[in-house]
């Protein structure tokens, strides 16, 4: 079945420094990518997506890129800001699943101003 | 637009007693609609989801039930709660599948005593 594989955390880093998260997913077909961000005590919410081999998803500075020969969607920041800090889900949708979500375990980052 | 309202927001309950929460959609039509349990320090767990009226999924076996009695209305329920049911439960919801992105509600904290 498909599954979802997450850089374990917690990630601690200084506000402006680089940001990578790393997900890897298996999967048949072509499912769409996601990351979805939950700050303390709430929902999670969409940070982007792609759809496609090679599409890029980007917002709020974040940015993924869909790697089909890796199975990877990676997340990256430049320069991190301490309102950046909470939890980071990796997911993909896969229409055959009747449009199930499958969740990485998410990962935790604290930024230190 | 679309909006989801999930509640209690935080719930204590002793072992043995009844479990409902409440998840609504507005703004929408048809949509799929989940619960997810995320426990301490864990990934997201689908527990159920439905495409329709009546049209109840489950993902896995335990304790909970669900059951969606309008189109925009999707309850959990339990008749006796263990201590392992503690978590924090999400609803979500969807348009069909594909690269439709899960909209998900606040979150409701369960803590069974």
């Known amino acids: 079945g498909d599954s979802v594989t997450q850089m374990e955390g917690p990630v601690t880093l200084s506000e402006e420094a680089f940001l990578t998260i790393n997900c890897t997913y298996t999967a048949t077909g072509y499912p769409s990518l996601f990351w979805y961000v939950q700050y303390p005590g709430e929902g999670l919410q969409l940070l982007l997506k792609?759809?496609?081999?090679?599409d890029k998803g980007s917002n709020k500075g974040f940015e993924a890129t869909y790697r089909k020969e890796t199975t990877s969607f990676h997340l990256e920041k430049g320069s991190v800001q301490v309102s950046d800090s909470a939890v980071y889900f990796c997911a993909l949708r896969h229409p055959p699943n009747a449009g199930k979500s499958t969740f990485g375990d998410g990962t935790t980052l604290t930024v230190k101003p | 637009s679309q909006t989801i309202h999930q509640w209690p927001a935080t719930l204590v309950q002793p072992v043995g007693s009844p479990l409902s929460l409440e998840c609504t959609v507005e703004?929408?039509?048809?949509?799929?609609l989940y619960w997810y349990r995320q426990a301490a320090g864990r990934g997201l767990q689908l527990l159920f989801y439905s495409v329709g009226i009546g049209q109840i999924s489950s993902e896995v076996p335990q304790n909970l039930s669900a059951s969606r009695p309008q189109d925009r209305q999707f309850i959990l329920s339990s008749k006796k709660l263990l201590l392992s049911d503690s978590g924090f439960y999400l609803c979500a919801w969807s348009l069909d599948s594909g690269a439709n992105v899960l909209t998900f509600g606040a979150g409701s904290r369960l803590t069974v005593l």
């Open positions: 792609a759809t496609k081999a090679d």
């Open positions: 703004g929408t039509s048809n949509p799929n």
